[in-house]
């Protein structure tokens, strides 16, 4: 049950040359330039941030030209300093993934469970994927051991993990500095995809695995079970179900790269990797 998937240190190499300038492409990290503005200007030559700063006088009045050479200098220390917090901020709705693309594969992948559904429930095991390794931390197992995963993580990536799992997670293991994090859920609906992570798999075309446990209250109910019995299976269903999440995750972050790249001409290539 407990595997790991990693990526080849070749292959990571390759793949961050291939990525390491998306935020240089990406425009719209510069006040006042919106996705639509940046396509706009990619298609009259404009293909990075630096080159929109020099030459930002020919396409914006004077005040707008120097808040983008603002915004640029801001750029350029926080790329010194690989402050990853500045340029998840600076992204607009939706296109926040391509941090994710950027920063991979210090990028992690997370879902929680819990006993609950209370604030007062407690983590019943969390599943992360991270550099291409993905890894369930159990309760009364090895739960703690989220925390190595947790302090060489640059973004945390869940569905509706700012308002959830992240603070339960803080609340556990009593952390007050979170990484970065990009709240897929949030991201979707950018794109017209409003609904729960169930319903969105169906809208993009995500297949599970496993289908025994089809929702948060199932897996309420499998903890339970497994705490009553001491019976193995529920546990595994349950690990299973947690596990299939992230999965979920990382396809349905490639499908947003994929929608916040569209017509930019920037690369949206999404690692492949083996869950």
Known sequence: M?????????????WRMLCVTILDQSLCLLDGVSPE????????????????AAEAARYFSPAHAERICTSFAQFRKADSLALVDWFVNRLPPGHRIRAILQFMPG?????????????????????ALHDGKLETFVRGRNLADFLDVWAKTSILAGFNSKRFDTPFVCKTFGLSIVPAQVDLMDEARHFGLRHGLKTIENEIGFERRDAECSNGRDAIRLWSEYM???????????ISYNREDVRSLWYLASILARL??????????WPQIDL
């Not at 998937?5 to 190499?13: A, C, N, P, Q």
């Not at 469970?113 to 019943?124: F, L, N, P, Y």
């Not at 019976?231 to 269903?237: C, K, V």
């Open 2 to 14: 407990w595997f790991a998937t990693h990526f080849g240190e070749s292959r990571r190499t390759e």
């Open 37 to 52: 503005a940046e396509i706009r200007l990619r298609r009259r030559g404009v293909l990075s941030c630096g080159q929109l």
């Open 107 to 127: 990028v992690t992948f997370y879902d929680i469970e819990t006993d609950g559904v209370s604030a007062a429930s407690e983590i019943t095991c969390i599943t």
């Open 228 to 238: 009553r019995s001491g019976n193995q299976n529920p546990l595994e269903r349950l």
């Open 260 to 269: 916040s790249l569209e017509n930019t001409q920037i690369d949206s290539s």
